[in-house]
């Protein structure tokens, strides 16, 4: 059974940093990107940013409003993904969630979805 | 950055009705856009890949269409637990944006 589990989230003051955990089990996880998607409360989804699989690079790629301060990272002998998060500020209050980035290949045209998603870690930045 | 935009945010509808949610695109992607149901304080669940395929597992009542800028998701009969949210995204290029969201309410 292909399982993520998010860790980390707690409430932080503003400026400070935190790092969330994303764990994995079930599938080989060295062979997919994984993303960080967010839903400020009340709102919608918006996504975060992913990293590929290190057949593809290992690159990461992030949504403007978080590219200078966020990064994230994995560790493939670790079946786990993290995202470390610094100076955040209140827009940052959300529920982190990560989710398996599937990468499909079929006559010259590339789709990616998320196929599996972790039940999120709450983020609460408030001093 | 591509800008997605549902239509509409919210419908109301009854069990056994056929709805169907738009989302439009601000440039060409092709058919690079998945569908997400949300339901309440849950992680979403995606319903349907590369704009047209269903996802494994998802009823057959749920649907897409769409090339280029226009998408739609039709669900042909609903059943009492898709009053829920649901959510357009685009994996053209990043980033990965989705749609506002739109909300299905019972009538």
């Known amino acids: 059974e292909v399982q993520l589990v998010e860790s980390g989230g707690g409430l932080e003051q503003p400026g400070r940093s935190l790092r969330l955990s994303c764990k994995s089990s079930g599938f080989n996880f060295g062979d997919y990107a994984i993303s960080w998607v967010r839903q400020a409360p009340g709102k919608g989804l918006e996504w975060v940013g992913f990293i590929r699989s290190e057949a593809w690079g290992g690159t990461s790629e992030y949504a403007v409003s978080v590219e200078d301060r966020f990064t994230i990272s994995r560790d493939d002998s670790k079946s786990t993904a993290y995202l470390q998060m610094n100076s955040l500020n209140s827009e940052d209050t959300a529920v982190y969630y990560c989710?398996?980035?599937?990468?499909?290949?079929?006559?010259?045209?590339?789709?990616?979805?998320?196929?599996?998603w972790g039940q999120g870690t709450p983020v609460i930045v408030s001093s | 950055d591509i800008q997605l935009t549902q239509s509409p945010s919210s419908l109301s509808a009854s069990v056994g009705d056929r709805v169907t949610i738009s989302c439009r695109a601000s440039q060409n992607i092709g058919n690079s856009l998945n569908w997400y149901r949300q339901r309440p304080r849950r992680a979403p669940d995606l319903l349907i890949y590369?704009?047209?395929s269903l996802q494994s597992g998802v009823p057959s009542r749920f649907s897409g269409r769409g090339s280029g800028t226009d998408f739609t998701l039709t669900i042909s009969s609903l059943q009492p637990e898709d009053f829920v949210t649901y959510y357009c995204?685009?994996?053209?290029?990043?980033?990965?944006?989705f749609g506002q969201g739109t909300v299905l309410e019972l009538k």
């Open positions: 590369a704009a047209s």
């Open positions: 995204q685009q994996s053209y290029s990043s980033p990965r944006s």
């Open positions: 989710a398996r980035d599937r990468r499909v290949d079929a006559a010259m045209i590339t789709w990616y979805y998320f196929d599996f």
